[in-house]
């Protein structure tokens, strides 16, 4: 079974078309884990598919499905110190999508905790472990009896200036335009490479020069993604340079 079929022409017939296995990944958000993933097994981002995103800022697992690529050529990627791993592989017959997922479960770990005590703080300014745990339980009593305002908070809109959402209003109008300038113009609080690399494209439209000056560490980016499909079509069709961003993210917009 790991070792399975190296091509797609013998793929085993008695089992379904995809692989469905768990996806470990530790400070990136799924779609990341996925494009490098891709980069790594020279496939494209469209081959996997998956129920949700998980959060950058976690260590998450969650079930991926891949269309014909072996459990071995997967395994591989198992060797790399990226903070992924790959395993408990099985056949099937059908891939996951987007919101067919039936809950989350999370493990929350609350560090640093300063809360006062009816004496006021103790000399740390902290309270005793004791003392936490009552806190943390009448919050968690709190919780089960009036619940809590369920914001809509980054996850939904981004944590960059430009919204995601108005990339997606972008998009919903076919104004691929709009849509492309919004995801490469210059914004504010990146980091001065990122900054002035963004500038340059924006003063010179230079497709090829801007991906010749993107680092290393953002190859996987939307932005990058992005420009790879405005290098290929053209500026004459912005739709089929769009559709190089993985799916999965446009999804999100």
Partial sequence: ??????????????HGDYIKFVLYKENKD????????????RVKPSVFEYAGTKDKRAITTQHIT????????????????IGIKLG???????PLKLGSNQGNHFNIVLRHIACKTENGDDEKGRVEIKGIENV?????????????VNYFGMQRFGTSII???HVGRALLHS????????????????PGDIHDIRQYYWETKDVSGTIKKIPLYKQSSVE???????????????LAGLNFIPRGTRMMY
Avoid: C
């Fill in 224 to 238: 990058m993604q992005l420009l790879k499909g405005l290098e290929k079509h053209g500026a004459k069709n912005l």
């Fill in 163 to 165: 919204p995601t959402h």
């Fill in 66 to 81: 891949v269309f014909r690529v072996t459990p071995q050529r997967l395994l591989t990627v198992n060797g790399a110190n």
């Fill in 136 to 148: 943390v339980k009448q919050s968690i009593a709190s919780l089960q009896d009036t619940g809590f």
């Fill in 30 to 41: 799924t779609m990341q884990a996925i494009t490098t993933i891709s980069k790594m097994l």
């Fill in 175 to 190: 104004n691929w335009q709009q849509a492309v300038d919004l995801i490469l113009q210059p914004r504010d609080g990146e």
């Fill in 88 to 94: 408990n592989f099985e056949y099937s017959t059908t």
């Fill in 1 to 14: 079974f790991l070792k399975g079929p190296s091509s797609r022409s013998n793929w085993p017939r008695n």
